[in-house]
């Protein structure tokens, strides 16, 4: 067999593929099954998000970056808002804080739910997608009676939250975090131990600490290669310095460890919540800003750590209502970026896994 | 770490495999938590952001809207258009047109937000997908027809207004309550 002539083909996977979490195409050098080289296209789901924001008002920005990175739209609000405080050094009251910490977790936790079930999905396990699925729901359903919608939510602005909490949302919100906490554990019986959930992802798709750093990964991702990175803890925004809460780190860097280590912050972000919503103080929650307020002239780059790594803005802002420029950095960009400098040498079912457990989206890569 | 045939790992696999299984068994017995959708329905919560519609004053029926046009500026997607030529002799704007383009729409409640007068809404309301782009366009009758049964916190200050000329609540003419001008700016 070994006289054998073969020879090195092109595969085109993508654009529609469903395993590329939006419309990704690579384009694979082949050599049989295994992938000799990546070259990642991207630009399919282009909106022309920073352009659009610079013809709108910085309130009328805030919707239109909802869809800059859907999965968790909070963090987008978020970003934008705190760049834009930044700018007009606006004082956020307590309670606003706290309500944006909380939404910010819950996002996150949501986030990480649907990894869990798309990256089990992904590589072959059905029952794991539909129990992510159903938990993530409870927070969806937290989201919807807060702020009324589910993905875009438009909730956090400049200088607050649009709504306060509703009525019964404390008790609700403990008895989700309650049944998330209780189901991690079914999670993880699926999984943790499945001999063929182990096969494919134990070894597969080692991103050494390095190259991750190298190509700017952040996130689940570069913690799982062993370096301890989150803005909450190197660079603390909101209150988040208050919060007593741990960053999980794991050494391994391959597909499993980048599982197990969301798992693992499911729980920290679950902490977080309830400290939160412990110390949640009475007030405004919102500080008096007209909706056409001016920032003085000048340049503020804000970044935070949302579910996938580091969700930056640069906004530029020359005295008028509507930014001059508006730069997003979202870290989906990033762990595309990176592929073609570990994924190779794998089979090309493997390269399923490592693109499902780096937890690209395709809108943040886009824009 | 690895498990696999062929070495011991093959009866700890075979545990794995089978408190897998253990998980999914235990939800047997359990009800569904899905709905049968077009028969059965959520009930919305009462922030939800459906359609867009248009209050009508609780009393009289009449349109709320005093078109000030604050909508029409917080819109990020400009689906909202209003024309409201001011009146020459008493100064007062006068509602000709006002439409929705819910194709345009991304239901972000800026519009809500920003209205003074507790005239336009986000209702819970949601059913409303058409095959036909030129559906989407809602002007005010309509508008105001799907907001009359929506439930609303009127926050308009109580003025007494002399009660004006018999107005048929589908006009397109929205009875005047209030002076814009000074109203207009405290957004």
Redesign the interface.
């Known amino acids: 067999m070994s006289d054998l002539r073969t020879e090195e083909y092109y595969l085109n996977m993508g654009p529609h593929h469903p395993s590329t979490h939006g419309v990704c195409r690579m384009v694979l050098k082949m050599d049989g099954e295994k992938v000799k080289e990546i070259e990642p296209h991207i630009g399919y789901l282009h909106r022309s998000i920073e352009k659009i924001c610079e013809n709108r008002t910085y309130a009328q920005c805030i919707p239109i970056l909802d869809r800059f990175e859907y999965v968790t739209a909070m963090s987008c609000n978020y970003v934008f808002a705190l760049a834009a405080e930044r700018l007009a050094s606006i004082e956020v009251p307590e309670r606003a804080e706290h309500i944006r910490v909380i939404m910010l977790e819950l996002n996150r936790i949501a986030s990480h739910l649907l990894f869990y079930g798309v990256t089990a999905m992904d590589i072959g396990a059905l029952t794991p997608f539909l129990y992510g699925l159903r938990e993530r729901e409870s927070i969806l359903d937290l989201f919807e009676m807060t702020c009324g919608q589910r993905l875009t939510y438009n909730y956090i602005r400049v200088g607050g939250v649009s709504r306060d909490l509703p009525n019964g949302f404390i008790p609700k919100c403990h008895e989700a975090l309650n049944t998330i906490e209780k189901k991690l554990a079914d999670y993880e019986g699926l999984l943790n131990e499945n001999p063929i959930w182990l096969v494919r992802t134990v070894g597969i798709g080692v991103l050494p600490a390095k190259v991750a750093l190298d190509y700017g990964v952040s996130g689940p991702c570069l913690r799982a290669s062993g370096v301890q990175y989150d803005l909450r803890r190197n660079d603390p925004y909101s209150i988040y310095d208050r919060f007593e809460f741990d960053i999980p780190v794991r050494h391994n860097g391959d597909c499993y460890d980048r599982y197990l280590l969301r798992l693992d912050e499911i729980r920290q972000s679950i902490h977080i919540v309830r400290q939160a919503l412990d110390a949640l103080p009475e007030g405004d929650f919102k500080a008096k800003v007209s909706p056409n307020f001016k920032p003085p002239a000048g340049e503020v780059y804000a970044r935070i750590e949302n579910s996938r790594g580091e969700l930056g803005v640069h906004v530029i802002s020359d005295g008028t209502k509507k930014p001059l420029r508006v730069k997003t950095r979202g870290a989906s960009y990033n762990h595309i970026a990176v592929l073609p400098a570990f994924a190779t040498d794998v089979l090309l079912a493997d390269l399923v896994a490592i693109f499902a457990t780096m937890d690209v989206i395709m809108p943040e890569v886009d824009r | 770490?690895?498990?696999?045939i062929g070495n011991m790992?093959i009866f700890?696999?075979i545990?794995?495999?089978f408190?897998?299984m253990?998980?999914?068994s235990?939800h047997l017995g359990r009800h569904a938590?899905t709905l049968q959708y077009p028969e059965e329905k959520w009930e919305?919560?009462?922030?939800?952001?459906g359609v867009v519609v248009l209050l009508s004053d609780k009393e009289d029926g009449s349109l709320n809207c005093t078109s000030c046009m604050l909508c029409m500026r917080?819109?990020?997607t400009a689906a909202i258009v209003i024309d409201s030529p001011r009146d020459p002799e008493t100064k007062k704007r006068n509602l000709k047109k006002f439409e929705i383009d819910f194709g345009l729409c991304?239901?972000?409640?800026?519009c809500e937000?920003?209205c003074n007068f507790s005239a336009i809404k986000?209702a819970t309301k949601y059913e409303f997908s058409s095959a036909d782009k030129d559906s989407f366009l809602w002007d005010v009758n309509k508008l105001q027809e799907v907001g009359r049964d929506v439930d609303y916190i009127d926050t308009r200050k109580k003025k007494k207004v002399a009660p004006k000329k018999e107005t048929t609540p589908a006009e397109t003419k929205s009875p005047e309550k209030k002076p814009v001008d000074q109203k207009g700016e405290n957004?």
């Open positions: 770490m690895q498990g696999g790992g700890k696999d545990k794995a495999l408190s897998g253990r998980i999914t235990k938590i919305m919560p009462e922030r939800s952001r917080a819109c990020p991304c239901f972000c409640g800026l937000e920003a986000l957004s």
